[in-house]
């Protein structure tokens, strides 16, 4: 069993940090045949895709590597504190996304929740990247800058709604800050407050069965 790798980045003006980990799991090969014997079903919120449940012991596996990027990336010493979790895939074509799945995001304001996720496919199928709104010059949305941020994205996309396509790099509206290339066994955690965004490459294939396609673990975390 190969140790976990962590390394840490900030990023963008506001250097935000993100943990980037390579070897995450044990049996990263456990996970995926726990994902093909598993029934999904269309996801809940924004996301384009499907989801399922993990393993009981998924985060038990994953808890060494966790507790090291949460003290020594994120400065916290306290508990951690889990959220949500599920296996995701990738599924919906690009000329169905609605206008929100076409630009980045955030998930929370609180500064204290965190973003996993675990990529378990190969390399090619994409990664995470993360924005600044050229506007507002916002790469963090809190409570103060929310409305703020909300408005002015809401009049951009009335005035010049993006094309149907999952973004890719730097647009009119946001500038790509980093990113994270996807690698089978490896996660990426960052502040749910960052703008973000999956890297779906045009030419994948979008695929629900998990063996075939964007084979992920996301789940949000509370730092107590």
Known sequence: MTAPDIV????????????IVDHFHPDPQ????????????????????????LPRDYFHAVRP?????????????????????????????ADQLSVEQRIPHFDAVDPNRIALVHYLGGEGSGGTAFYR????????????????????VRAEMLNAPPPPAYIQGSTAQF????????????????????????LIPPDLALDGHPARGRLTVTAFLSLT
Do not use: K
């Open 8 to 19: 840490a980045r900030r990023i963008g003006a506001e250097r935000q940090p993100i943990a």
């Open 30 to 53: 456990a996970l995926r045949d726990f994902a093909a014997a598993t029934r999904f079903e269309p996801a809940l919120r924004q996301y384009p895709g499907v989801r399922t449940t």
């Open 65 to 93: 590597a966790l507790s090291q990027v949460v003290a020594h990336v994120f400065g916290h010493s306290g508990g951690i504190a889990l959220l949500d979790a599920s296996f995701s895939v990738v599924t919906t074509p």
């Open 133 to 152: 709104h050229r506007a507002t010059g916002f790469e963090t949305i809190d409570a103060a800058r929310m409305s703020t941020y909300l408005d002015a």
């Open 175 to 198: 500038e790509q800050v980093s990113a994270v290339d996807a690698r089978c066994n490896r996660a990426v955690l960052y502040r749910s407050a960052l703008l973000h965004s999956g």
